[in-house]
Every structure is written in structure tokens, then in C-alpha cells.
């Protein structure tokens, strides 16, 4: 089927996570890996996957440089993601070590400098966008590019474009202003905006709510194991624990999240089936050892439903 809606992700400093268990790790000696993979990386190209677990194309956006860049390049093409990716002359993109054996270590690689000239080229693709398109602007800026970034590409949007706002911080209140389609916030990144300690789903919806008077249309709230509540912008609340399961892995799952949202959102402009979607989307990630598939997703998606 075709798609009406250009989907567009930002990764503006993607990854290669070089991911290694190593039994019995020492510090200060040698240490032989049991396992190693190394996968392209970034909030930004986790959408874009498992947007492309649930049939929808997109089209990553970013920088990349060096080997490791062409190596990012190649493996987003292997996953069927359109890549317009810019190439910097200079730099190498990172190499991210994660430790998988040593509870949640990691040791995360700076990346190249974004120049100016290089920058504009983004925002040269961003106002080619057209009205019922989706930007997903995930993920943390990089020191070579000032705070606003997200917002100064949000600025220079031309059409009525679906902007998703998967940051932390003062970039998304920065961000709130410009109307974004959804915020994804967790509950301590809300909390922390307010100066507040948000302990389960009824107390993160007057301050979700906040973020709406401000100008977010649609505000998730992810809570972990405590499931999620979505402010939709037609005033609506929904709010779900999270399905019966066993946590393997976390990562990605907020990134899920956000896709599964809009996949739901574009498939049936129903704020309910958008939220389950999301719902499903993250969980399926959170239980399995990677991003979730398509199947594992939609299924999770009828246990929550009962259908």
C-alpha cells in the first residue's frame, strides 16, 4: 500500500554501538569479549526502524563522517531505510562501547563537528517538507550546534508539518511553543520541569496538561513499569498499565513508543489507537532482545485491547 504522509527521522550524531559481553569483567586487565555486535545507532534511526517493523518507509536524516559513517549508511540501507544522511568532510562518526555484561555501562563517542555551511544543508531538506508530513527530532543535540537547534529546525518548516519532539530538557520547552504534534516526555523529565516527583499515572496529568497550555498538542507521558497516559489534543486522558511480560532490554523502547504512536495515528487518526499502539510498540521492545518487530507489536497490541 502506498503511503500518503513522507516520514522523515533526525539523528543529528548517529552511532555505531559496538555492543560486547565479556564475562567476568576486571578492570585493569585484559578482558576477551564472549559476544560483539556492531549496529547503527541513534534515537532517531530506532524510529526509522521500527517504523519499517510495521510497513511504513522513511527517510533518516543527520550527518555522518569517516568509515564508520559509510558503514551507518550501508547498514541503514540494509534495513530498507531511505538514507539522507549529509556527509561531513571531517570527523568520524561515533563509535559507541556498550558493556553489555556490566549493568548498564557505556562509554559514548563524541562524533564529528557540525559546521554551519553543513547544518544549512539540513535545513534546505527540512523546507522541501510538505503539509502531512512527519518529523520525528530525537535525541540530544551535539556540542557543535547550539541548544535551539530543534527549534530553529521547527522554525524553518515551511508547510504544516507532524513534528514528534523526543528530547530532554530545555529543548523541548524550547520546542513547546511551535505546536509540536507529540511530546514524549518519561515522568522524571516532566517532573524535573516542574520541580515536582511524579509517582504514578493520575499525578503526571495536571503538569502534562501544562505542556499542552504551552502549545504541545499531544503529550505522552512514559512511566517504565508504571505504563503510560497520553493527553490527546482533542482533551481526551488515556492511560494504561504496562502488559504482562518480562523486561529484557529498555533501550529504544521510549523510541518505540514514538513510532508506534504515529504509525497508529497515521494508519487511523484515532487518539485511542494511537496511544495502544505506542503502548505496544515500546513493550514489545522492552521484552525482547532488540527492536520489537511488527508482529510482536501488534500482538501485544490485542492482548492490551482484548480482541
Not at 71 to 93: D, P, S, V, Y
Not at 244 to 260: F, H, Q
Amino acid at each position: 500500500m502506498g503511503q500518503m504522509n513522507h516520514i522523515y527521522t533526525v539523528t543529528l550524531n548517529p552511532s555505531l554501538d559496538y555492543t560486547v559481553s565479556v564475562d567476568n569483567f576486571r578492570l585493569g586487565y585484559t578482558n576477551r569479549t564472549e559476544s560483539e555486535t556492531l549496529t547503527v545507532g541513534g534515537k532517531g534511526i530506532n524510529v526509522s526502524t521500527v517504523l519499517k517493523n510495521l510497513g511504513l518507509e522513511s527517510t533518516a536524516l543527520g550527518f555522518v563522517a569517516g568509515f564508520t559513517g559509510q558503514e551507518a549508511a550501508r547498514q541503514l540501507a540494509e534495513r530498507g531505510i531511505g538514507n539522507g544522511l549529509i556527509t561531513l568532510e571531517e570527523g568520524l562518526t561515533r563509535i559507541n562501547v556498550k558493556l553489555q555484561s556490566v549493568e548498564g555501562t557505556e562509554i559514548n563517542g563524541q562524533g564529528p563537528d557540525i559546521s554551519g555551511e553543513k547544518f544549512a544543508l539540513l535545513e534546505e531538506r527540512l523546507s522541501e517538507l510538505a503539509a502531512g508530513d512527519v518529523l520525528f527530532l530525537s535525541g540530544s543535540i551535539p556540542a557543535s550546534l547550539p541548544q535551539d537547534t530543534y527549534l530553529r529546525m521547527m522554525e524553518g518548516l515551511s508547510a504544516d508539518v507532524l513534528t514528534v519532539v523526543d528530547v530532554s530538557g530545555k529543548g523541548l520547552v524550547k520546542a513547546l511553543p511551535q505546536h509540536p504534534f507529540l511530546v514524549k516526555p518519561n515522568q522524571h523529565e516532566l517532573g524535573e520541569l516542574f520541580g515536582v516527583t511524579l509517582a504514578d499515572r493520575a499525578s503526571v496529568i495536571p503538569y502534562a496538561r501544562k505542556m499542552q497550555e504551552v502549545g504541545a498538542r499531544n503529550v505522552l507521558v512514559s512511566m517504565a513499569g508504571q505504563g503510560a497516559v497520553l493527553l490527546a489534543e482533542d482533551g481526551s486522558v488515556f492511560e494504561s498499565p504496562v502488559p504482562a511480560g518480562i523486561l529484557i532490554n529498555g533501550v529504544g523502547a521510549g523510541d518505540s513508543m514514538v513510532a508506534g504512536f504515529m504509525a497508529g495515528w497515521l494508519e487511523k487518526q484515532d487518539y485511542e489507537h494511537a496511544f495502544y499502539m505506542s503502548m505496544a510498540a515500546g513493550s514489545a521492545t522492552a521484552f525482547s532482545e532488540g527492536l520489537a518487530d511488527g508482529g510482536e507489536i501488534r500482538e501485544l497490541y490485542r492482548r492490551m485491547r482484548g480482541t
